[in-house]
């Protein structure tokens, strides 16, 4: 093996990305699970699929009264010579009431043929939905001789609105069971202030298909949130909820295509059902 794999590895974002950014809204919340880190085979006759940008759009209807959801928004994926990949991100999000703009970027750096990080720095505007300042790290090590197996260890740090205040750990194993299929299970635990609220979630996600033609991504997660903001005076502590969702990325020829998501989150004070569709490139 050679940095190859880990630039793979690093298509984790690519082959997922409709899966982890979409949610972006819900991240900013407080609780989360590890996204769905994946790397299938890649086409070498078609050109570099590192280079990417989405635009999508996303409608969520809300029960219990508190509004529907609506985002838009466009985000980047980027290669810096053999070691490093930027990603960067702009959504307009409406949720519960309030509307912001949330605005991310992150790097993930190869440092030899068995280990990568992740950092990313993410903010938003608005009353209450999205956080002042996110950060997430991550360091992964490959293991066996075709290093086949990801180990994955990170910590989340969140600065929302109003006071609140999340710091937690995640981790993950990522197993490529074959060229066409790669799963995950992860764990995350928060501690959320004020109050010093833990709460623990599991994940996991399942990756079937091939970068550059098809891409179906199935994901799950199920666990405690510490607190979720629903207004300026409304707050929700301690409660589970369930969340699942399925990703389908088409490519309609070497140069991008179309991405399509249902998801459906749950909680006892509201549901919550919602699609996302757009349209990627490469460059």
Do not use: C
């Amino acid at each position: 093996m050679t940095l190859r794999r880990g630039r793979e590895t690093g298509r984790l974002r690519a082959a997922a990305a409709t899966v982890r950014f979409a949610l972006a809204g819900v991240l900013a919340l407080g609780a989360s699970g590890v996204g769905a880190r994946v790397a299938l085979a890649q086409d070498v006759s078609r050109p570099s699929l590192d280079r990417r940008v989405d635009l999508y759009v996303d409608q969520h209807q809300v029960s219990g009264g508190f509004g529907d959801w609506k985002g838009v928004g466009v985000r980047l994926s980027i290669p810096a010579g053999t070691r490093d990949t930027w990603y960067a991100e702009a959504l307009q999000r409406s949720a519960f009431g309030d509307a912001g703009t949330y605005i991310s970027l992150g790097n993930q750096h190869v440092w030899s043929e068995r280990w990568y990080s992740y950092i990313a720095v993410a903010g938003g505007s608005g009353d209450f939905v999205l956080p002042d300042l996110r950060v997430d790290a991550s360091l992964s090590h490959k293991w066996g001789a075709r290093q086949a197996l990801v180990t994955t260890l990170g910590t989340t740090l969140i600065d929302a609105k109003l006071g609140y205040r999340d710091a937690g750990a995640f981790g993950a194993l990522t197993a490529y069971l074959s060229p066409v299929a790669v799963a995950e299970v992860g764990v995350r635990a928060t501690r959320s202030t004020p109050g010093d609220v833990d709460a623990a979630r599991g994940n996991g996600a399942l990756t079937l298909g091939r970068l550059g033609k098809a891409v179906v991504v199935l994901r799950g997660s199920s666990g405690r949130e510490g607190y979720q903001l629903l207004g300026t005076n409304a707050a929700v502590r301690r409660f589970t909820s369930h969340e699942g969702a399925v990703s389908w990325r088409q490519w309609l020829g070497s140069g991008g295509g179309l991405f399509l998501q249902g998801e459906h989150y749950r909680n006892p004070y509201y549901r919550r059902t919602g699609v996302t569709i757009g349209v990627f490139a490469h460059w």
